[in-house]
């Protein structure tokens, strides 16, 4: 268990080193620093300044480590446009992508999961295929379109939903919706094939045999098991949302991460980009480590297998 | 828009099965046709934009602003489809786009699949630290989501549609690398593999003429099926404004044009690009799934 653990952890800090060297590698090779560094329209002297301030006249391993120390210190640079610090931004950005996440999450949960268990339980019959419409849909659909449309129906013909913003619950409908629906595919399918899997287990053969209703075989004993690994996904992508938001953020100007990093991109405000990117891949490793550990918690055979 | 883990089902070829070839199937009868034809003329449409456009896509004429399609009052045929905020018109814009997503769509599908096949059969044959080497490169890759990943790549080196074509292989390699990994795991136990060893091919040899070809068809597969989420990774570069450059018709950046007026109820600028995109990524997915269970003979039963 303990080997196991530190091996994960070893693992993951691997994951942020390559991380770290990798963004680094790109910003350095694909260009000049200084000219994403320091702001448009700067002079030659002002480059030659920054150049020397940021020390990117020093080899790239002295820079590199100048790079880890100030991340280490939570120093990811100054925004041009806002004038202050990157990551106090994205801290008070946070808040609005996790409310946003946990609207989308709650959107495909509801809609994938039952759909998945009816798509199970009536495997290849007109459920099935409907479901099967429904995560293709999600999958061909660019969530920023389906946003579009959505504004398009329900902002502007029907005048239900406010089109933009933030502020209320009904600001957070559409933008659930638009970011949810390629998850909720996602969701759906996964608890299918979950579903079905169980439902041809002993056990489940077994409260059959016993001749509990089809109801609670499915309701107890099967579903219960088959959310499972549902659940653990749904870990997972709560993550990935509150980083892939951008384009859904950008529709709805709701003030999230996503949002900031859209900001960074329209205002050339490198510092923001990056800042972003690199926390968020943080945020990612460490979440995977997280539930790493917590299977082997859970589950005995992870642990014993190592 | 990123796709969550578990969306795309993997294509898992079963050691023993007998060899696949796409080119066989496809003579097989059961192709689905809809999705096919809409493919081929999308490409047929992209080839031959300069014959089909009515109007240049890059030029407009200010006083023939906002045009709704012939349909809508107010329209007319001279612009079949309307015009956009400069007075361009939006069929011809639409045909050059299809170019635009064709050309980025299959160029970096192409460019993903020779990077991570190659990376794929490297890391499974070879093993050790190459293999350590190379799926840590992986993992790491795989922690940072496409887009933001892209979008990043993106603001380093500025756009262009060859820039995007580069983002976007570097960003996609990764899921060839990790299915094709897995398939030369298994081929390098097979008998034919030990007996190419013994009869003393080289290494490099083994993995081109024996390892290469019995992997070729998942990573096809997987590259149909990468179509639809690479082309949709492409219009949302665009949409943000780090994908393909204006003036340039690319469908993502007409919708993000389209935005601005949809609250006025020019609908036309944001449907209609987005439809061209849905019954792409449609098209290319379904077509993508047909050659998944073609591949496994045991999804086939399901």
């Known amino acids: 268990m303990k080997r196991y653990i530190l091996r994960r952890i070893g693992y993951s800090l691997l994951s942020l080193l390559l991380l770290s060297v990798t963004i680094f590698f790109f910003v350095r090779v694909t260009g000049d620093p200084a000219v994403l560094l320091v702001e448009p329209g700067a002079s030659r002297d002002d480059l030659e300044m920054i150049r020397r301030q940021f020390g990117l006249d020093q080899p790239l391993v002295v820079q590199y480590g100048g790079f880890i120390a100030s991340l280490f210190r939570g120093d990811l640079g100054q925004s041009f446009y806002y004038r202050t610090p990157v990551f106090e931004l994205y801290l008070s950005r946070l808040p609005h992508s996790l409310l946003l996440a946990v609207a989308a999450m709650l959107f495909s949960l509801v809609v994938g999961i039952p759909t998945g268990i009816i798509a199970a339980v009536r495997v290849n019959t007109w459920w099935d295929s409907a479901g099967k419409i429904f995560a293709l849909l999600g999958l061909s659909m660019p969530s920023f379109w389906v946003g579009l449309i959505m504004i398009l129906f329900f902002s502007v013909h029907l005048g239900w939903l406010p089109s933009s913003g933030s502020g209320t619950a009904l600001h957070l409908v559409m933008p659930a919706i638009a970011l949810g629906w390629v998850f909720a595919a996602a969701h759906m399918r996964l608890t299918r094939s979950s579903m079905l899997e169980v439902l041809g287990s002993e056990y489940v053969k077994l409260a059959r045999l016993k001749g509990l209703p089809e109801a609670l075989v499915i309701g107890k004993h099967a579903f219960k098991n088959a959310l499972i690994p549902v659940l653990t996904l749904a870990g997972i992508n709560l993550v990935i949302m509150v980083n892939v938001a951008v384009v859904v953020e950008t529709v709805f100007a709701w003030p999230g991460i996503g949002r900031l990093l859209y900001e960074g991109i329209t205002f050339r405000d490198f510092p923001i980009v990056q800042g972003v990117v690199i926390l968020g891949g943080f945020m990612i490793v460490i979440v995977n480590l997280f539930i790493d550990i917590l299977y082997a918690v859970i589950d005995p055979r992870i642990r014993l297998e190592s | ?302």
């Open chain 2, 1 to 302: 828009m990123s796709i969550p883990a578990d969306v795309i089902p993997l294509p898992s070829h079963t050691p023993g099965a007998p060899r696949f070839s796409v080119l066989r199937a496809a003579r097989l009868g059961d192709v689905p046709m809809i999705p096919l034809v809409i493919l081929v003329g999308i490409a047929f449409v992209a080839v031959f934009a300069n014959q089909l456009a009515p109007h240049n896509p890059e030029i407009g004429s200010l006083t023939a602003r906002f045009k709704p399609p012939f349909w809508v009052k107010g329209g007319s045929t001279q612009f079949l489809l309307g015009t956009d905020q400069l007075g361009r018109d939006v069929l011809s814009r639409l045909i050059f786009g299809a170019r635009v997503s064709m050309v980025v769509g299959l160029t970096a599908v192409v460019f993903a699949g020779i990077l991570g096949t190659t990376l794929g059969i490297i890391s499974g044959y070879l093993g050790r630290w190459v293999d350590q080497v190379i799926m840590r490169l992986v993992d790491t890759w795989l922690a940072l989501p496409p887009l933001m990943f892209a979008i990043f790549l993106a603001a380093i080196v500025g756009p262009s549609m060859w820039n995007i074509v580069i983002i976007l292989g570097l960003t996609y390699w990764t899921r060839y690398a990790r299915v094709v990994r897995g398939e030369v795991l298994s081929l390098k136990e097979r008998e034919f593999v030990r007996l190419a060893i013994v009869a003393g091919c080289s290494k490099w040899t083994i993995m081109r003429r024996h390892i290469l070809p019995n992997v070729i068809n998942s990573a096809i597969v997987l590259g149909t099926l990468m179509l639809g989420v690479v082309i949709i990774t492409e219009a949302s570069l665009s949409f943000l404004g780090v994908g393909v450059p204006p003036p340039e018709p690319a469908w993502g950046l007409m919708l993000s044009d389209g935005k601005q007026s949809l609250m006025v109820g020019r609908w036309w600028l944001s449907v209609l690009p987005g439809l061209c995109i849905m019954l792409m990524v449609l098209s290319a997915n379904l077509l993508g799934d047909w050659l998944r269970v073609k591949l496994d003979p045991q999804l086939r039963q399901l």
